[in-house]
């Protein structure tokens, strides 16, 4: 099923992110429990790895505790440009010759005191078809990531949410592969 979710092309996921953000807003999770969700990271590495990254998808609102969080579980589809503002993206010590794409998988809480934060556990795949090794294009690379993520908003009623990452990255590059620890900070649609 991952392979399937990994596989889906991102131009698709997109359009269905943007037909789901033309759906009412204020609908209650309780009666719309499939909801939209975009992410923008910005990612660095103890091993070298320096790149952003965005994804689309939905979360969907499993259940309320009673005065406690609300949870979700979310999947998503990642897309890492190999370039982001004129810099290169960096795998471990290796720049991407080619975008890379993925897939996350993970579950959300919403708090309700305090309000405007929560947490998230998942886990991410991202693939890149090639990559560049002193002026040489080599073959695939991936990552495979374990997510611990903190989210806040400075006000509740807005649209965006700032996130915090925390990142176990396992690094299978061309060459070698090495664990890496990640630091990840973004944005993402609040919910």
Not at 160 to 170: P, Q, R, S
Request: glycine fraction near 10%; proline fraction near 4%; charge should be negative.
């Amino acid at each position: 099923m991952l392979r399937i979710i990994a596989s889906i092309p991102f131009w698709k996921v997109t359009l269905l992110a943007i037909h789901l953000f033309w759906m009412p807003q204020s609908s209650n999770a309780e009666s719309f429990p499939i909801l939209p969700e975009v992410q923008v990271y910005h990612t660095l590495g103890t091993g070298g790895s320096n790149y952003s990254s965005g994804a689309l998808g939905v979360a969907v609102h499993l259940f309320d505790e009673d005065g406690g969080p609300g949870r979700y579980m979310h999947f998503l589809s990642i897309l890492v440009p190999s370039k982001t503002l004129g810099f290169d993206a960096r795998i471990g010590n290796l720049k991407t010759a080619s975008e890379g794409q993925g897939f996350e998988i993970g579950v959300h809480d919403q708090w309700v005191n305090p309000e405007g934060k929560g947490a998230t556990l998942s886990l991410r795949r991202i693939d890149w078809k090639k990559m560049a090794e002193d002026s040489e294009e080599n073959e695939i690379a991936r990552s495979d990531l374990l997510h611990m993520g903190w989210s806040w908003s400075m006000d509740r009623q807005g649209f965006v949410v700032w996130l915090f990452g925390i990142d176990i990255a396992n690094l299978k590059l061309p060459s070698k592969s090495i664990m890496e620890l990640q630091l990840a900070l973004g944005l993402r649609s609040a919910f």
